[in-house]
């Protein structure tokens, strides 16, 4: 019932614990349910922690005196598990949809009850070590880097919904400036709204002015000066007289936080850049065609440096979304895209690949091929990372960058070969 596949884990590495009692935790905000069961499955003792540091120490404490040695819990980092691998004991990470699959074992109701799932949790433990695999720790600079990168990526984000308002804002208000550059947050076209923030203030321009100030700013694309005077002069008009300047003072607003939010990526872009450069497994990641700074980044932080948590590469590319889900009863097989995934690690596995076919001859063959094949898109960039994914796997657990001389190895139990001979250097 437990798929290892979908947890951070690593090899079972469980001592012979046979008689010792087990314990689940049920994470909270501020509380914390815990239940403690004997090696008959009869739950002994049950309890709430609070969400503090003498909570988190009364928890290691009365684990302790019962003879816990292991723990389940539904998530792999935090203050809670922190605590627990400080304190060394075993922990294993039961993914909140299993624990939805696991309640059925002992009720068909299937409520929801912090009390009842810290029970399930540590229940399941007893009865399914051997399909269980301990958590191990990142290391804190992979911990940072992960830290890092995603936020941002939720800055990013948060720049293509604040570009987005911007753009729904000057619909009305100041058409003209939407299309007069590529991007409408890009550099130049922040510092043109912050000058010409409404239609009031861009009528002043005529195409010598517009030209003169281009030049002020730098801007080097003159050419464009006749098609952008054009754009502007054809537009329809936006906002004039007395609400002109209110809804001025609103595009300002947008262009300044979409202004900050560029600085601080900016800024996160260079903590990346220089964490990166300091990790031990850089050039693994950095090897890597069309990798880049932040996508080699951001495959080294979700991927981790806990070689452990993925024994084989088919428990790596279950985890990225990359291998199919299968189902099968009687003479009915269907093959699924396989939901239940690391999301995180999935967007950086499919943004790799998908770069990847434009720079390798290797992945370019192999995506056209799959393409040839009827496959959409989506469907050849999934196919390309499933066997990225074992050929990263592999310098992964070797601690080799990819090289041209790189060697032909088998992929998977089938006999197919993954040719990385013809991985070329960026």
């Known amino acids: 019932m437990i798929d290892q596949h979908h947890t951070s884990l690593e090899p079972a590495t469980f001592q012979d614990w046979t008689d010792a009692p087990t314990a689940g935790i049920d994470w909270a905000s501020t509380d914390h349910a815990v239940a403690i069961v004997d090696h008959r499955g009869n739950q002994v003792e049950r309890f709430m922690i609070t969400h503090t540091t003498s909570g988190l120490r009364e928890l290691v404490r009365r684990l302790r005196r019962a003879g816990v040695v292991e723990v389940a819990i539904e998530r792999p980092d935090g203050p809670v598990v922190d605590a627990l691998l400080d304190a060394e004991l075993g922990v294993v990470v039961i993914a909140p949809n299993q624990l939805k699959n696991l309640r059925s074992r002992y009720g068909s109701a299937g409520n929801k009850d912090d009390r009842f799932d810290a029970y399930v949790l540590a229940d399941t433990l007893r009865t399914d070590r051997a399909r269980l695999r301990l958590l191990t720790r990142d290391s804190d600079a992979t911990i940072t880097l992960r830290m890092t990168v995603r936020a941002r990526q939720d800055l990013v984000h948060a720049r293509v919904a604040m570009a987005n308002q911007l753009r729904a804002h000057l619909q009305t208000t100041f058409p003209g400036a939407i299309g007069l550059f590529r991007d409408i947050d890009s550099a130049i076209s922040l510092r043109f709204l912050t000058r010409f923030p409404g239609q009031d203030k861009a009528e002043w321009l005529s195409s010598v002015r517009l030209g003169n100030w281009l030049r002020s700013v730098g801007y080097n694309h003159l050419a464009n000066l006749d098609r952008m005077w054009a754009h502007l002069n054809n537009a329809p008009r936006g906002t004039t007289g007395t609400q002109a300047t209110p809804r001025a003072e609103i595009t300002l607003a947008l262009v300044a936080t979409l202004t900050a939010l560029r600085t601080q990526i900016k800024t996160l872009e260079g903590q990346i850049a220089d964490q990166l450069a300091a990790h031990p497994d850089a050039a693994i990641f950095t090897s890597l065609p069309k990798s880049g ?98 050929i990263i796997w592999r310098c992964w657990q070797d601690h080799e960058p990819t090289t041209p001389t790189n060697t032909a190895r088998d992929s998977d139990s089938k006999g197919r070969r993954l040719v990385t001979g013809l991985l070329m250097p960026r």
């Open 293 to 390: 700074t932040v996508p080699a980044a951001r495959l080294l932080a979700e991927i981790g440096d806990a070689r452990g948590r993925f024994p084989t590469p088919e428990a790596l590319a279950c985890l990225a979304g990359a291998a199919p889900s299968t189902k099968q009863s009687g003479k009915v097989k269907v093959v699924a895209f396989r939901w239940a995934v690391d999301k995180q690690l999935r967007g950086a596995v499919i943004d790799f690949a998908g770069d990847s076919h434009h720079a390798n001859p290797w992945a370019a063959d192999l995506y056209n091929r799959a393409r040839a094949r009827g496959h959409d898109h989506p469907h050849a960039v999934r196919i390309l990372a499933r066997a990225w994914l074992h």
